[in-house]
């Protein structure tokens, strides 16, 4: 399945829209969301359940490989919340310094792992990945704007994908 579903855009490589009505999802679609991510700059790829960046809830099915890098960030005026449907990943958390102050295993319910968390505004947090992929759903409220993400100073950029994991790796021995 490399060609998308009629009700699906592709808004970039690593984003898909739906139409924001009914949409079931299947293994499938998952790998459809793989096959991307694996071709994908940053190597993930989200499908947005909501129609358009302006609506109020904002619902993502997101995939990503642990080649992925996650930069350390918060998020202003906004709360964020994760479920796990497949693979396994740390929770880090950070204090507006950098400082790690707790790291929470993840991974789905049957595997006995934390599958759920809120995370509060301005609460710097990050993922960093234990399988091959992690398959999640995110929810926030919009409408999306880049300027309420605020990224870690002291972390490397996204665009340092390398230098990331060698950061979050060093991370490996602090606080749990």
């Known amino acids: 399945m490399d060609e998308l579903p009629a009700r699906l855009r592709m808004i970039s490589p690593e984003v898909l ?5 009914f949409l079931a999802v299947d293994g499938q679609l998952v790998d459809l ?14 499908l947005c359940f909501h129609a358009d960046s302006s609506d109020a809830q904002q619902e993502m099915l997101i995939v990503m490989h642990r080649d992925s890098y996650v930069q350390p960030h918060c998020h202003v005026g906004k709360v964020e919340t994760l479920s796990i449907i497949e693979g396994v990943a740390d929770a880090l958390l950070f204090s507006p310094d950098g ?3 707790g790291t929470v295993a993840m991974s789905p319910a049957a595997e ?3 599958f ?5 505004e301005r609460q ?6 234990r399988s091959e992929w992690l398959v999640f759903v995110e929810t926030t409220i919009g409408p999306f704007d ?25 991370l490996a ?3 749990s």
């Not at 829209?17 to 009505?21: E, V």
């Open 99 to 101: 400082a790690l102050t």
């Open 17 to 21: 829209y739906s139409d924001g009505g």
């Open 116 to 120: 759920f968390y809120r995370m509060p």
């Open 146 to 170: 880049r300027s309420t993400t605020q990224t870690g100073t002291w972390s490397p950029p996204e665009t340092q994908p390398e230098a990331g994991h060698a950061f979050l790796a060093a």
């Open 112 to 114: 006995g792992g934390a």
């Open 33 to 46: 969301l793989k096959a991307r991510a694996r071709v994908a700059p940053r190597r993930r790829c989200r």
């Open 124 to 129: 710097y947090h990050s993922l960093r990945f």
């Open 173 to 175: 021995g602090a606080a």
